[in-house]
């Protein structure tokens, strides 16, 4: 991810003017735009700067309706841009990974040969496939901070909205290189713009996540958990659990 240098000092003003709004503390200040709206977030979830030169191990318990047993072990080192995620299928232990823009594939800690197509295949080891689950954990681990990035276009509109009967300001995002869907609905809490979830903005399609708790390593507040929910019918769909969360 990259943040442009004069972040902090934004981040600041705005902090600056959050403080001296004149508003009676029910509402968002008048005239906040959605880049507005994002840069408090940022600066609520990582004041510091932080993230940008992340290096963090995740252990996430991730049970889906269909899979209930389902546990991700992700190493995301921001500044040296790699990535591995560990997964379990039945007794397979299965490595994906990332060195800057090189893949790599372990089954069961032994090192998968690049020609070996019948084993990349069999485990679906494909580099597109390990860019995409690179993407995804950088992306909704990241967030807010992730949405600052040149791929993503924040459109202007500030809507009061709800999320799971929680009051919300949602602003729209759209991804030119989509990890999930090509354009999101963000939700943040009005008094202190903590982000509280994010979906699909097409109409009666896709999901909708909403944020549970936070937990502070490295100086930044980053989820406890994610619920997944079927934005037609409601249902639920699964979680994402952080069981571990550090700083490398």
């Not at 090509?182 to 509280?196: A, M, R, T, V």
Request: aromatic share 10%.
């Amino acid at each position: 991810m990259r943040i442009i240098p004069v972040l902090s000092t934004l981040l600041a003003l705005l902090f600056w003017a959050s403080c001296t709004d004149s508003g009676n503390g029910e509402g968002p200040p008048a005239g906040l735009s959605a880049g507005d709206v994002l840069l408090r977030s940022i600066q609520f979830h990582d004041p510091q700067d932080k993230w940008a030169r992340a290096n963090l191990h995740f252990v996430i318990d991730e049970p889906r309706i269909e899979n209930p047993d389902r546990l991700s072990e992700v190493f995301l080192n921001n500044a040296e841009h790699t990535f591995s995620i560990n997964r379990r299928y039945g007794n397979t232990l299965v490595t994906r990974g990332i060195i800057q823009d090189s893949c790599y594939s372990l089954v069961d800690s032994a090192l998968v040969n690049p020609v070996d197509t019948a084993t990349i295949h069999l485990h679906r080891l494909e580099c597109e496939r390990t860019q995409g689950y690179r993407n995804f954990y950088k992306l909704l681990n990241g967030m807010p901070m992730s949405l600052y990035v040149p791929e993503v276009q924040v459109l202007p509109e500030v809507v009061e909205d709800s999320i799971g009967g929680q009051r919300a300001l949602r602003i729209s995002a759209r991804f030119n290189n989509p990890v999930i869907g090509e354009e999101w609905f963000i939700y943040f809490n009005p008094e202190n713009f903590h982000l509280l979830g994010y979906g699909y903005a097409a109409e009666g399609a896709g999901e909708l996540l909403r944020l549970d708790g936070l937990v502070e390593v490295g100086g930044m507040k980053l989820p406890r958990m994610r619920h997944w929910y079927n934005r037609i019918d409601g249902s639920y769909l699964g979680s994402d659990i952080y069981v571990v969360v550090e700083e490398l």
